[in-house]
């Protein structure tokens, strides 16, 4: 089944404690991205990667960092979480020659006490 | 710069009454056009797309919705609406960029269907 993995669905975490989201699709695709869901703000990009190894910043990148070392995987990194990344994360991915279409995994939700 | 406005950010509606969720962009060039919904607890999913041709896409559930060119406009609509449909919708536009592509993603507007 084609899909997009992300883990963990929940986790709560203190301020200061680093801790990464892994993100894994099946299906080949080379363009993934990073996205945060804030109420009443959409979803915003974090970072995206167009291939292995080619990874650019979205419009809020601040407080983290990504990795493309391997094509299926793109994991999120926050070094030093802060309670303003509380929030309900996103993985997806696309092939690069198409529309644009997103596909997307199920969601992190990451509460920073 | 490209945006998304989708002018509602909550929509009550009674089951088996019409719904629109309505939904402006600007851009600069030729985008494509998307509506993805977020089921309670779920990522979301695909729920219609425009990429060119006919202005009116029909996509899963009954779900259709309407590009205007002119108005920069993709409204989505149904006919007839079930309680299975209270989800969030996004409207979102994805426009070509060296290499690949930008989407950017409207605010969602949260549909409930009342019994």
């Known amino acids: 089944e084609a899909q997009v993995t992300q883990n963990p669905r929940y986790l709560i975490t203190v301020t200061g404690k680093k801790l990464t989201v892994t993100c894994s699709q099946n299906m080949n695709h080379e363009y993934m991205s990073w996205y945060r869901q804030d109420p009443g703000l959409g979803l915003r990009q974090i970072y995206y990667s167009m291939n292995v190894e080619v990874t650019d910043k979205g419009d809020v990148p601040e407080g983290y960092k990504v990795s493309r070392k391997e094509k299926r995987n793109f994991p999120l990194i926050l070094e030093s979480p802060s309670p303003n990344q509380t929030s309900l994360y996103f993985c997806?991915?696309?092939?690069?020659?198409?529309?644009?279409?997103?596909?997307f995994g199920e969601g992190s939700r990451l509460t920073v006490l | 710069a490209q945006s998304v406005t989708q002018l509602d950010s909550q929509v009550p509606v009674f089951e088996e009454a019409p719904v629109e969720l309505r939904c402006n962009y600007s851009?600069?060039?030729?985008?494509?056009l998307f509506w993805y919904v977020q089921y309670p607890n779920q990522g979301l999913q695909l729920l219609l797309k425009?990429?060119?041709?006919?202005?009116l896409v029909k996509g899963i559930n009954g779900f259709e919705a309407e590009f205007n060119k002119s108005q920069t406009s993709f409204h989505l609509r149904k006919p007839s609406v079930h309680i299975s449909d209270t989800a969030e919708y996004f409207c979102a536009v994805s426009e070509g960029r060296p290499g690949g592509f930008k989407t950017i993603f409207g605010a969602g507007t949260r549909l409930f269907v009342k019994a």
């Open positions: 997806a991915s696309s092939p690069l020659g198409g529309t644009g279409e997103l596909f």
């Open positions: 425009y990429l060119s041709g006919s202005t």
């Open positions: 851009s600069s060039v030729s985008v494509y």
